[in-house]
T-cell receptor, first 113, second 112 residues
């Protein structure tokens, strides 16, 4: 049973470009969570999605950031017009049900030049 | 909003010493979870506590949930260099679709 998969593992973008981060949850998991981790910081919740629905996006910046979890395919976290402050590790986690243990992917390290 | 606090952020111990860290929530929790993240790695689930006063052990690690379900502790007996990493607690309040709120974590370093 493959774990949570994220790609790419490392992503370099120039200011103003778009970043697209993908997350495939564990098999059988329909709940996906995205977190951002700045160096030396904890995990900051961004968004919680179920298939085709955004359940809670209270941690997501209002502009430039969007997330989706389509019926088929991975969850996508999209950052438009990236700025240097977006440089961080972005982790995706999945769980079979709300409130259950979250299993984290290896993360995508985004570097904005 | 709900806050989960872990203080201090860093702790250094000599190998073989015991280590205890605490996690405090501003609100009553339905459950609390602990995760460990090794340097350069991703958070890995350790344990979940649900009942008031619950104590769970994993080898040298002992986890406790407070009676009021607002705080938790992690105790490591006789630390080893393999215990190095950042330990996060994450609390969840009752309610459907409730998210986990993570503390900032405590980074443990162990001197051999």
């Amino acid at each position: 049973n493959a774990g949570v998969m994220q790609n790419p593992r490392h992503l370099v973008r120039r200011r103003g470009q778009e970043a697209r981060l993908r997350c495939s949850p564990m098999k059988g998991h329909s709940h996906v969570y995205w977190y951002r981790q700045l160096p030396e910081e904890g995990l900051k919740f961004m968004v919680y999605l179920q298939k085709e629905n955004i359940i809670d996006e209270s941690g997501m910046p209002k502009e430039r950031f969007s997330a989706e979890f389509p019926k088929e395919g991975p969850s996508i976290l999209r950052i438009q017009q990236v700025v240097r402050g977006d440089s961080a590790a972005y982790f995706c986690a999945s769980s079979p049900l709300s409130g259950e243990t979250q299993y984290f992917g290896p993360g995508t390290r985004l570097l904005v030049l | 909003g709900q806050q989960v606090m872990q203080i201090p952020q860093y702790q250094h111990v000599q190998e073989g010493e015991d280590f205890t860290t605490y996690c405090n929530s501003s609100t009553t929790l339905s459950n609390i979870q602990w995760y460990k993240q090794r340097p350069g790695g991703h958070p890995v689930f350790l344990i979940q506590l649900v009942k008031s006063g619950e104590v769970k052990k994993q080898k040298r690690l002992t986890f406790q949930f407070g009676e009021a379900k607002k705080n938790s502790s992690l105790h490591i007996t006789a630390t080893q260099t393999t215990d190095v990493g950042t330990y996060f607690c994450a609390g969840q309040i009752a309610g459907a679709n409730s998210k986990l709120t993570f503390g900032k974590g405590i980074t443990l370093s162990v001197r051999p």
